[in-house]
């Protein structure tokens, strides 16, 4: 056998994905779409409504923006931010589903514990959706320190059984 055959592979590099799989929330179809890029970098996660067509853009109920921080020392990933517009949609039965929110949180958060991620945000009331008491118990039961202006969470046990864990398994990241 020659040095060259014993020589290691060398790893392959693990290149910016997408993902776009079916998923089921409140008993409702949902498509869970978005990217998962080289590190950590600008990630958007979607929940968009099935579309048959596929000359029209999807329907968004909810979506999820994550960037580098500007500073290091301020953790590893940024939640820019996340938001629901289910009660926008035009299909009824989709108007009044709850947990979209939580589905891209968990998701994501099973994402940062995966990469050991430190993960902030600044939680910042826009006026609908969770009430500024109701935000900070979301994000606090979920490991957030702090306050409104600078909440940070280390990262935990990652949960397997969250889809992103699925699709990071069948992606090979
Ligand atoms: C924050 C936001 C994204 C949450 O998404 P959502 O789909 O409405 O929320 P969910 O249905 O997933 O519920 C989120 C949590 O609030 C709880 N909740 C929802 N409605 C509630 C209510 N009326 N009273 C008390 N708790 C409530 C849920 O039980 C859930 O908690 P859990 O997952 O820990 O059990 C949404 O309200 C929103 O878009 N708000 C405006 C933008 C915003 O504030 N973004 C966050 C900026 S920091």
């Known amino acids: ?8 592979a060398e790893p392959t590099p693990i290149g910016p994905q997408t993902f776009r799989i079916p998923v089921k929330i409140a008993s409702l179809p949902f498509v869970f779409a978005g990217n998962i890029p080289y590190e950590p970098a600008s990630i958007h996660w ?3 409504l099935p579309n048959p067509d596929p000359d029209r853009s999807p329907i968004v109920g909810a979506d999820l923006l994550a960037q580098k921080p500007l500073s290091p020392y ?4 940024h939640i820019a931010y996340i938001t629901s517009d289910a009660f926008k949609l035009e ?9 979209l929110g939580s589905f891209l949180l968990d998701n994501f958060l099973t994402y940062a514990d ?11 009331w826009t006026g609908r959706g969770l009430s500024p008491g109701q935000l900070l118990t979301w994000y606090t ?4 320190v702090g306050h409104f202006d600078f909440m940070v969470r280390t990262p935990q046990a990652p949960n397997k059984n969250a ?10 990241t």
């Open 163 to 172: 889809e992103i864990a699925r699709i990071l398994v069948s992606l090979n």
């Open 114 to 124: 995966i990469n050991k991620f430190k993960t902030t945000l600044t939680c910042v």
């Open 1 to 8: 056998m020659t040095q060259e055959a014993l020589r290691p």
């Open 91 to 99: 299909e009824k039965r989709y108007q009044n589903v709850r947990g």
């Open 74 to 77: 301020d953790g590893d990933i």
């Open 46 to 48: 979607k929940l968009s």
């Open 141 to 144: 039961k979920r490991g957030f």
